[in-house]
């Protein structure tokens, strides 16, 4: 039969509490101790380590003594520690003796080698399994305990095992244990409780359960720490609404501060007590932050502190040597920081605000400013963060932040008022960009405006930004683009004049300028650190590079732009240069691969992206789902593209769906659909009324339309006119170098000319299409607009009308 020393102390008294909840895994865990030399239960205070020793004990081992000491303060010396020890063991053990510690006392010199030797032999006679248990040891501080023990844990016989509950590490060389193998840790991870045993307990003492919610917001919020959830819980039982303001609330009730004061800080050194009061101010912290905070250079020795004791400190995840409170445990400290030092806190939040501006960590310092109500000093940091939101296409939390501010302060104010239009008119919100821009023009005439740029011409350019945005095809009639670069603007704003210039000339089908101004635009935005703009000019390149028919320095350009934002992933730039490549693997018939970057891109789409990204990246998903026979799918996409369409005049864009609907109505021999198409987008009144006649301008749009309308004569067997088609759309697009186009449409008269039974004048189309785009055009996406063409390019070959495709 076991025969168990019991614990001595308040926290570990023999009585069985109907509050402490009975785990049987755990006393699993703690079994595990029998194979180990040395097991070491580390967690902070109120974690459940002694409450796990008490039901360990009670488990009813067989065949095994326990020796268990709860430490107390009197032991922090030699002569009381090992005479306690002593006495224990032999309470457990009646053979046991150590003669030499028998003699121990404070008069005597204390022999880390001879008591090491006693205290060995003297376990070492010992017959019956034993396991001695130490409680509490984070209050020794004596380094002549430390080696005796870490000695005689070494010379252990294996029936003989040490269990150690500390608060901070045991400094009992626990490196080489662990290297041997011989050493058991359980931390505060494996005691922090779950749902399952907060529901155990929650019945235990009569709380109801079927709350969920409520369960699993208490467990959020203490982060399974158990003193905590068991000080808390009584007080918030029953659930209902405003659970976490409640939680908060709770979190500041006497019992916790007592807790935490009495447990936790009054147990620090005085150093620590002030480091950990006045950094409680920071969501996060790190040694530079704090050291900057508090005006000293240890801070580093103040965390590596915390984290060795277990202070409620925890590493964050994902970013090394950061660090955060336990969020109770915060909320303790944040209490006692407005009692201990009211009159410092502004200084400190000051200057934490100033760090983190520093290290364009925004949205962390704008908002301890708004907790001090400094709003001079907040809307100076709003100013400075705009400026790196819109580097960075962060324009949700720029439009957040500048609405916290009144409007009276924001409307008047260059500096404020001017990203806030940006903003919004990236995000879409073309009726509040319209409100302000007037509210602007009006004191602008008053001479009201203040700031930097009140009276530049800023405000005149976002009237086209706006353009650019909201009518597409105004846009590319605006001529101001042909002006030299817009100086008496905005910083910002005349950053954006360089990568619109490149797009307007992509519009207006001059695409050699286009490439020349898009890569003009990428070394400025890279100079000036505007990744974001950087991505649009980019896609302008690809797009220009693609339309004249060279792919290879497309796809050159493309792969380059997404290697280069690689470790910023999901952002809005890798948006926009993420589905340029997706489109690239597409057309090379890689599918697969095509299919899982658009499903990582679709769902980050947002109003911020370019609109040719959003239009792009849904019709191309749509049209895999439509490969796959996903024809659901395939129809929510392009029905939601739709109705994004309509927030804006997009005429170019929505000959895209044209286009999409057609391929299907094709693939599918979907006739209904193919009519209901020439209805929606009139095909057949553009045709009549010479739509596709005019060669003056080039436009993509019109090019679609006109490819959608021949796929239609085609399949309804209106040769002549689909040829007619052709020929218009042929020349158009050869004439301005849109080599890319011109292909689909040579393609498409080839087909009509092999279904009017010219077999030699189709195989000579041909050979045309591909001197035309060389074989660098013969992608999935030629196949896709001109269904039929791969049949023929291969009648091509087996004809030797053209020379055998090489080997992909």
């Known amino acids: 039969m076991s025969d168990v020393c019991a614990p001595g102390d308040n926290e570990a008294s023999g009585k069985r509490s109907s509050n402490n909840l009975l785990r049987p895994q755990l006393i699993d865990l703690v079994n595990r101790a029998e194979d180990y030399r040395l097991t070491v239960l580390l967690a902070p205070a109120g974690s459940g380590k002694s409450t796990l020793l008490r039901q360990w004990l009670r488990s009813g081992r067989q065949n095994t003594r326990f020796a268990v000491l709860n430490l107390e303060p009197r032991h922090h010396s030699p002569a009381p520690f090992f005479s306690s020890l002593i006495k224990t063991i032999k309470q457990s053990c009646a053979q046991f003796d150590a003669y030499y510690l028998n003699q121990i006392n404070d008069s005597v010199e204390f022999s880390v080698e001879a008591v090491t030797e006693s205290l060995a032999q003297g376990l070492a006679r010992l017959r019956e399994p034993l396991f001695v248990v130490l409680d509490d040891y984070q209050l020794i501080q004596d380094d002549n305990i430390h080696r005796t023990l870490s000695q005689v844990i070494f010379t252990l016989p294996p029936h003989i095992h040490f269990v150690v509950a500390s608060r901070s590490h045991p400094p009992l060389q626990l490196s080489r244990l662990k290297l041997e193998d011989s050493l058991l840790s359980i931390d505060a991870n494996d005691l922090k ?3 399952e045993a907060l529901e155990n307990w929650f019945r235990s003492v009569g709380l109801a359960t079927a709350d969920k919610a409520f369960m699993q917001d208490l467990l959020d919020w203490t982060e399974g720490w158990i003193a905590g959830i068991k000080l808390m819980a009584l007080s918030l039982k029953g659930g209902g609404a405003d659970q976490s303001d409640h939680m908060a609330q709770e979190s500041k009730s006497p019992e916790v501060l007592q807790y935490f004061a009495d447990s936790v800080l009054a147990q620090q050194p005085d150093d620590i007590r002030r480091f950990l009061i006045k950094t409680a101010c920071l969501e996060t912290l790190d040694a530079t932050l704090c050291n900057d905070v508090l005006q000293i250079d240890n801070a580093q020795r103040c965390i590596d502190y915390l984290m060795e004791n277990h202070v409620f400190l925890h590493p964050v995840d994902g970013q090394p040597d950061v660090y955060r409170y336990h969020s109770i445990f915060r909320e303790f400290l944040l209490y006692r920081l407005r009692a201990d030092y ?10 934490a605000a100033s760090t ?18 400094d709003g ?15 580097k960075t296409g962060e324009f949700t939390r720029l439009i957040e932040w500048i609405d916290r501010l009144p409007e009276e302060r924001i409307i008047n104010q260059s500096e404020l008022v001017y990203p806030l239009i940006t903003a919004l008119i990236f995000y879409r919100r073309f009726n509040q960009a319209e409100y302000y821009i007037e509210l602007v023009q009006e004191l602008n005439r008053r001479g009201e405006m203040q700031g930097r740029y009140a009276n530049d011409d800023s405000v005149s350019f976002l009237l086209n930004v706006l353009e650019l945005f909201h009518n597409d095809t105004e846009f590319r009639r605006n001529d101001i683009y042909r002006m030299p670069n817009q100086q008496n603007v905005q910083h910002h704003v005349r950053l954006f004049y360089s990568p619109m210039r490149a797009y307007y000339y992509l519009l207006n089908a001059d695409f050699k300028t286009a490439v ?4 003009r635009a990428r070394d400025i935005l890279r100079i000036s650190g505007q990744n974001f703009l950087r991505s649009f000019a980019d896609l302008v390149l690809i797009l220009a590079e693609r339309a004249q028919g060279n792919v290879p320095s497309a796809v ?16 809005l730039e890798w948006v926009n240069l993420a589905t340029p490549i997706s489109i690239i693997r597409y057309e090379q018939n890689r599918l697969d691969e095509a299919e899982k970057l658009l499903r990582e891109v679709v769902p980050m789409l947002s109003s911020a992206c370019a609109t040719e990204v959003i239009t792009a990246s849904y019709c191309a998903l749509a049209r895999l789902a439509f490969i796959r026979g996903n024809d ?6 392009l029905n939601y593209l739709a109705r994004v369409l309509l927030h804006g005049d997009y005429e170019r864009f929505n000959t895209q769906l044209c286009l999409e609907w057609t391929l299907y109505a094709r693939s599918h021999g979907d006739l209904e659909t193919m009519n209901w198409v020439q209805q929606e987008y009139q095909l057949e009144q553009k045709q009549r009324a010479g739509y596709w006649g005019s060669d003056a301008r080039y436009d993509e ?6 490819v959608s309308r021949v796929i239609f004569l085609i399949m309804t067997k209106k040769f002549d006119q689909a040829e007619a088609l052709c020929g218009h759309l042929i020349r158009s697009a050869e004439r301005h170098g849109c080599v890319s186009r011109a292909v689909v449409s040579r393609m498409n008269r080839a087909l009509v000319y092999w279904h009017q039974g010219n077999e030699e004048q189709a195989l000579q189309e041909v050979k045309m299409s591909v001197k035309c785009g060389g074989l660098v055009c013969l992608s999935r996406t030629l196949f896709d607009e001109a269904p039929g063409s791969a049949m023929l390019l291969m009648k091509a070959v087996n004809s030797n009308v053209i020379n055998p495709l090489p080997e992909s």
Not at 359 to 364: A, I, N, T, W, Y
Not at 376 to 384: F, G, K, N, P, T
């Open 193 to 195: 409780w779950d749902l």
């Open 342 to 351: 009211p009159q410092e806190i502004d200084s400190l939040t000051r200057r």
């Open 356 to 373: 983190l501006l520093e290290r364009k960590e925004c949205v962390q310092a704008l908002e301890l400013l708004a907790d001090i109500d």
């Open 376 to 390: 001079e000093a907040l809307e100076s940091a709003i100013v400075r963060c705009s400026d790196q939101w819109i």
């Open 516 to 519: 020349s101004e898009a890569y």
């Open 556 to 571: 050159q350009v493309a792969e380059e732009a997404f290697r280069s934002v690689s470790d910023r992933p999901y952002t």
């Open 632 to 637: 659901g799918e395939a129809k929510r996409l």
């Open 701 to 706: 749009g019109v090019d679609r339309l006109g």
